[in-house]
């Protein structure tokens, strides 16, 4: 049986790294925090990264997110997207407006630490939206993938970015993980401390895919709106959670506006 988020240790103490503003600016950590990050994701399956994204662009996101979808997702139909829990719906994501900014789905800096962590022929196997309505309980303990078909690996084969588009709480609905579980059974993640951070807008985490988590329960009176960002290794692609939505949206009519190295990133042809 799950422990309650009461019942077991819990803290903020997850693995963080900061980005700096000449950093972000420039689209590129250097060597030093960068092998700092890939470091400490590879050993906890789990990162912080605090201010990689300028505030101003996700104030933009959330409220083109809440123009397209913020009625939808209150509908008993979910707005087109799917149940992933109780009062929690996943949405895929056109990538055109403001969703098509590579700044947001191909940020330089998340992407240096994607492709030291999966490979330089690495796409992106999903962008999708995650909201958790007000009222929403907590969610399942899990792992977002069962083992990949070869066993486990010791290296990851996918890796979710999350952004909130709202600062994260205890409130609204952070997310608890188990740092480190990503080589654990879910059996041993139970007995395991639990960490729940604080996100401010500009943050966001990374998170492998084998990684132990929940979403907390939403007690605000607010959507509470992520994006989910799958990036994943050469070879692999997620057959479970993506059934009923389109994982990758790329409009036919707007694909010759992409860079193509950005189209074949999101799996796409011009």
Sequence with gaps: MSLSTSEAAVSEDLPTVRV???????????????????????????????????????????????????????LKSLGGGVGVGHQRIMIGIELSGIFSSPDLFASPIVMQLMRALLGPDLQIGSFTAVVSRPGARDQKFHKDHPPVPEGEIDVPYGITLMVPLIPLDAVNGATCFVKGSQLSTMEEAEAMPRQIPTVALGSCYMMDYRLAHYGLANRSPNLRPVLSIVHQREGFKDQVNFNGIVPVNVPEEARGDFDPEHLRLLGQTA
């Excluded at 990162?47 to 209150?74: N, S, T, W, Y």
């Design 20 to 74: 700096i503003t000449a950093q972000r600016m420039e689209g590129t950590l250097d060597t030093a925090k960068a092998n700092e990050a890939v470091d400490l994701f590879t050993k906890h399956g789990v990162l912080l990264l605090k201010d990689a994204f300028e505030p101003a662009l996700l104030q933009d996101a959330h409220q083109e997110f809440m123009a397209r979808h913020g009625i939808g997702v209150m």
